[in-house]
């Protein structure tokens, strides 16, 4: 099983970047996926999450109406596409999967990806 997210970066208050996470190594469709992040000295926080079923999306109040997230099924790909970035939303972002929201919504996935950095300076 692999997760492999790409996409972070160096980048300046207001700008957009886009999160892939592709997946391979297990049915994807089978999966709800979610994106994490954890800042330095926090814990990991949940960011949004999409539903394996209907896409139905869900997503955390610091990044509700700025992030979204959504899949491609036929490319075994989730996205996270972020706009008006701001400083606080520098994190490490990870991608995860489990076959029960449940185990996304309390932060224990069966699958994590291995993260990758985002930086926003003001």
């Known amino acids: 099983v692999q997760l492999q997210a790409s996409g972070g970066g160096s980048v300046q208050s207001g700008d957009s970047l886009r999160l892939s996470c592709a997946a391979s190594?297990?049915?994807?469709?089978?999966?709800?996926m979610g994106w994490f992040r954890q800042a330095p000295g926090l814990d990991r926080a949940f960011v949004a999450l999409?539903?394996?079923?209907?896409?139905?999306?869900y997503s955390g109040d610091s990044v509700k109406g700025r992030f979204t997230i959504s899949r491609d099924n036929l490319k075994n790909t989730v996205y996270l596409d972020m706009n008006n970035l701001n400083p606080e939303d520098t994190a490490v972002y990870y991608c995860?999967?489990?076959?029960?929201?449940?185990?996304?919504?309390?932060?224990?996935?069966?699958?994590w990806g291995q993260g990758t950095q985002v930086t926003v300076s003001s």
């Open positions: 995860a999967s489990a076959r029960q929201d449940f185990n996304l919504w309390s932060g224990q996935p069966e699958f």
């Open positions: 190594g297990f049915t994807f469709s089978d999966y709800h």
């Open positions: 999409i539903s394996r079923s209907d896409g139905t999306k």
